[in-house]
């Protein structure tokens, strides 16, 4: 199985500042065949389910602020926020698909208002 | 508007039985893959089970296999688990989720909470 990690566990930035997620896996999720990182990223706010923010790494969903972006390739991804709001306090999970089952999910990362 | 609606939780004793149902709007259901993702109290995120649109593919985490079955009926536009044996460490807010172009999890049902306690 692909085992995700992320950095740092939880971070604290000021409003309107810059807000950076770090996502590794243990192998690389890149498909040579399409050139195409399997990775996606969720946001998760308190008492709610998760949402889908980025998949294929960089591509935002349908309706996602474009604050939110994500970048990498291969086996380290980044998860940024280039102006932190007050609604965007959650947890922020990425996760892999390329080898599937299981799709596996990185551990987590608490971003808070400084 | 895609909407995915859990129910069937519970509190259930170690050993016990208990039916998930999430029923599906708002998409066609027959033409998507459908997972159960869980979530233990204050914990991550832990993908239980798949299964394609047509229920020919179906798959589980190592932690469940054997006692959970995941199941659908197109024709309600519903998605199951069928979980037994169940134990403690399944304790969790149970999700239903559903597949995008490749195994992203698109939408999310807003969870059915199981409690495994005696």
């Known amino acids: 199985d692909i085992v995700m990690t992320q950095s740092p566990d939880s971070l604290a930035v000021s409003l309107g500042e810059r807000a950076t997620i770090n996502c590794k896996s243990s192998?690389?999720?890149?498909?040579?065949?399409?050139?195409?990182?399997?990775l996606a990223w969720y946001q998760q706010k308190p008492g709610q389910p998760p949402k889908l923010l980025i998949y294929?790494?960089?591509t935002r969903e349908s309706g996602v602020p474009d604050r939110f972006s994500g970048s990498g390739s291969g086996t380290d991804f980044t998860l940024t926020i280039s102006s932190l709001q007050a609604e965007d306090v959650a947890v922020y999970y990425c996760q892999q698909y390329y080898s599937t089952p299981p799709v596996t999910f990185g551990p987590g990362t608490k971003v808070d208002i400084k | 508007e895609v909407q995915l609606v859990e129910s069937g939780g519970g509190l259930v004793k170690p050993g016990g039985s208990l039916r998930l149902s999430c029923a599906a709007s708002g998409f066609t259901f027959s033409s998507y893959s459908m997972n159960w993702v869980r979530q233990a109290p204050g914990k991550g995120l832990e993908w239980v089970s798949s299964i394609s649109s047509s229920s020919s593919y179906i798959y589980y985490a190592d932690s469940v296999k054997g006692r959970f079955t995941i199941s659908r009926d197109n024709a309600k536009n519903s998605l199951y688990l069928q979980m037994n044996s169940l134990r403690a460490e399944d304790t969790a807010v149970y999700y239903c989720?559903?597949?995008?172009?490749?195994?992203?999890?698109?939408?999310w049902g807003q969870g059915t909470l199981v409690t495994v306690s005696s």
């Open positions: 192998q690389s999720v890149l498909y040579s065949s399409n050139n195409k990182n399997y």
């Open positions: 294929w790494a960089s």
């Open positions: 989720a559903r597949s995008g172009e490749e195994q992203w999890l698109g939408n």
